[in-house]
């Protein structure tokens, strides 16, 4: 029962600290490898989603072929690794599978070439053939095409070092067009997270047939004394499923006024676009820190509450053992 309510007490510990993460990243900076999508489809060419990532509709029994640039722009030559790995999109996150963990979409998927061996400074094309069986049911499908290096560890022993970037895949199966992108802003509300910086927050619901990549920026006009700010770029990283809500965070600088503002946030996916406007004041700091400084007493008493009960439930027993010898 002790280390039951020790566990209780460090997971509640986690829920009262903040936790950072960290995101893999799609582009690699100079000094490693790098990877781009070279083919567009000509109906998508001015679709900015579409000139980063695979984003296409295809019926069932239907192949298409992509050509990638990867790029090496370290001082030694690379053997890089060239392979389809399995995604998912939940919480507002397009989530990456470890290592080579395959999904129905990357069983469809062949690269023209499984390994480039590049030159520093060299780059090479490789082509990737997507093949949808014609029994293929509806519905999304996500991956990832990655170029990955792997340094072996040292000679004394070690782990293995492995470096990838990758191009992600967003693949519609069906007939047809398809049920087109679409989303709404539902809510937009002003924050002062934890009694720190001021953001906006806005919510927002995929009411269309296709994954979304949220990105925007929010504009501040009618401040105090006629004030105008930003505007602001929108925290990126947002993707969400057909059927999705999540919200999506504009941080805002320290020495803003409270307000009232008009708080305007224009939020894109490709081709669609949507905005919103709000009256909004933003909560004084000592109030917003007062609130979180309750949340975390009150946690704290529940903790302290547990320990005294642990250490009670402790004594009660040695009593008793002590007792009966």
Same mark, same amino acid.
């Given at each position: ?15 009262? +600290? ?21 083919? !567009? ?25 992509? &050509? =990638? ?12 690794? !060239? ?12 989530? @990456? ?17 499984? !390994? ?27 991956? !990832? ?14 782990? +293995? ?21 679409? @989303? ?29 990549? =949220? ?12 004030? &105008? ?35 305007? =946030? ?31 007493? =009150? ?18 027993? &040695? ?7």
């Amino acid at each position: 029962m002790l280390r039951r309510l020790l566990i209780a007490l460090a997971l509640l510990a986690g829920v009262l +600290t903040p936790v950072s993460g960290a995101l893999a990243g799609e582009a690699a900076a100079a000094g490693s490898i790098g990877i781009r999508l070279v083919d !567009v489809p000509v109906d998508d060419r001015d679709d900015p989603r579409a000139r980063l990532y695979i984003v296409d509709r295809l019926a069932p029994g239907t192949v298409i072929h992509r &050509r =990638i640039e990867v790029s090496n722009t370290t001082a030694a030559p690379v053997s890089v690794a !060239v392979y389809a790995g399995a995604a998912t999109i939940g919480r507002g996150t397009f989530a @990456f599978a470890p290592g080579r963990e395959p999904n129905e979409l990357t069983t469809w998927t062949s690269m023209g070439q499984d !390994v480039l061996r590049l030159e520093p400074g060299a780059s090479a094309l490789d082509t990737v053939t997507i093949a949808v069986p014609r029994d293929a049911s509806a519905g999304e499908r996500y991956g !990832v095409i990655w170029a990955e290096t792997a340094a072996p560890p040292p000679a004394g022993g070690g782990v +293995t070092l492995i470096n990838r970037v990758g191009v992600r895949v967003y693949l519609s199966i069906g007939a047809g067009g398809g049920e087109p992108a679409s @989303f709404t802003i539902d809510g937009l509300r002003a924050t002062r997270p934890s009694g720190g910086r001021p953001a906006v927050v806005a919510d927002v619901h995929n009411t269309g047939g296709r994954a979304l990549d =949220i990105a925007g920026n929010l504009a501040l006009s009618r401040g105090p004394g006629g004030l &105008r700010a930003g505007p602001f770029p929108a925290r990126l990283g947002t993707t969400l499923a057909p059927g999705d809500t999540a919200p999506v965070t504009v941080l805002l600088g320290e020495e803003l006024p409270d307000g009232p503002w008009r708080a305007r =946030i224009a939020l894109r996916s490709g081709l669609v676009e949507r905005a919103v406007a709000a009256t909004l004041s933003f909560p004084r700091a000592a109030e917003a820190g007062t609130a979180r400084s309750r949340q975390v007493a =009150i946690g704290i008493g529940i903790a302290g509450f547990l320990l005294l009960a642990a250490v009670a439930l402790l004594l009660m027993r &040695r009593r008793r053992a002590s007792r009966r010898s």
